[in-house]
């Protein structure tokens, strides 16, 4: 299962229409709805904000379930995108 169907499938276990979805992002419905389609990849700002939305981890949208397959560069993608999502933040 690709990304795409992924983020779909959460949205809709979840019942939020795509237009929905984009206003929590937010961004505009015609790019969210991409995403889904797997044409456009979201930004890690949207990734960060769909796995939060939807109770996601990144490693599951990421395909990195199996940790035999996971090359530096990935290792690297994560601790990247664990960084930003705890610069971005805030306990309140």
Known sequence: ????EKIRNAREDMD???REMANLIPMNQSNYSKI???????NLEQ??????ILNLDP????NFGDH???TEADMKLLRDIKAFIKEHTTEK
């Open 47 to 52: 990734l960060r904000r769909i796995c939060q």
């Open 1 to 4: 299962m690709n990304i795409g």
């Open 36 to 42: 889904e389609r797997d044409v456009q990849e979201p």
């Open 59 to 62: 490693r599951y949208l990421l």
């Open 68 to 70: 035999s397959a996971i």
């Open 16 to 18: 939020l229409s795509q």
